[in-house]
């Protein structure tokens, strides 16, 4: 520890005309991570205790760290504080394949699990409805899952289906989609938007996260070959753990 408080000091980090504080003190941790002296989960100090280690602002020290924790090096688990990340790879989610969040884990050799926070059958709202071309007396067959690979949480997904096409959300344990194509009511295209939120207290709280961290909220639906929507998801997913890919083609 007394090598780590001696490496924070700003006399080993800070050069005059190199950039802000928070940018120089961030160069700085991520080749203390990349030169070993910080392993993985290695904890940091507090911020306070770091701001005043370095002598510099508590918004300097949280800047610096946010943007480890975007880059994917720290880790911030709420209620223990800043971590290094056992490794700096993040999941990545294709935007033009058709696969469920189990399946993109297995393909990269993590562990998948789920925890399921609520299923059963409801009446639709009015959006659940509109999407799913439901009327009100209708059913809809809602799983809400926190997602996590290798015990880590990852995402939390909120997952809407016609009760003809789902008739038992109950039967759901890790796949949702692997349970469909055995019923033949996989989707097999859909539409998706990405949008960059702030973390609710309530899903910083299942992510374990700071409340308004940045996170990637996804919304997908889901079409049969027929055309017909079978799934509307919104799903909120680690952005310091997470990256949507799409691959461009000109026509």
């Not at 975007?70 to 688990?77: N, S």
């Not at 469920?100 to 990269?108: G, I, P």
Request: aromatic letters at 6%; glycine letters at 6%.
């Amino acid at each position: 520890m007394t090598d780590l408080v001696d490496a924070l000091e700003q006399s080993e980090w800070y050069r005059e005309g190199r950039g802000p504080r928070y940018k120089q003190l961030c160069r700085h941790i991520s080749a203390m991570v990349a030169s070993g002296a910080l392993a993985a989960e290695d904890q940091l100090p507090s911020e306070r205790e770091i701001a005043d280690i370095a002598d510099v602002s508590r918004v300097t020290v949280r800047k610096a760290i946010a943007e480890l924790v975007a880059d994917g090096m720290i880790e911030q688990r709420q209620g223990a504080g800043s971590f290094v990340r056992k490794t700096g790879e993040r999941t990545e989610q294709s935007l033009t394949s058709l696969v469920s969040f189990t399946e993109n884990l297995q393909a990269r050799g993590l562990q998948s699990s789920s925890r399921v926070l609520l299923k059963g059958l409801f009446v639709p709202t009015p959006t659940e409805a509109m999407v799913l071309g439901l009327s009100p007396h209708h059913r809809v067959a809602r799983i809400h899952r926190l997602r996590s690979g290798d015990a880590v949480p990852m995402a939390l997904e909120h997952s809407s289906l016609p009760e003809d096409v789902l008739p038992r959300p109950d039967k759901v344990d890790v796949s949702l989609y692997e349970l469909l194509r055995a019923r033949g009511m996989a989707p097999n295209r859909a539409i998706q938007r990405v949008t960059a939120i702030n973390a609710t207290a309530s899903v910083a709280e299942l992510l374990e996260l700071p409340e308004g961290t940045a996170i990637l909220q996804i919304e997908r639906t889901g079409y049969l070959q027929s055309g017909r929507p079978v799934e509307f998801t919104s799903g909120y997913y680690r952005s310091d753990l997470y990256d949507f890919v799409s691959e461009l083609r000109l026509d």
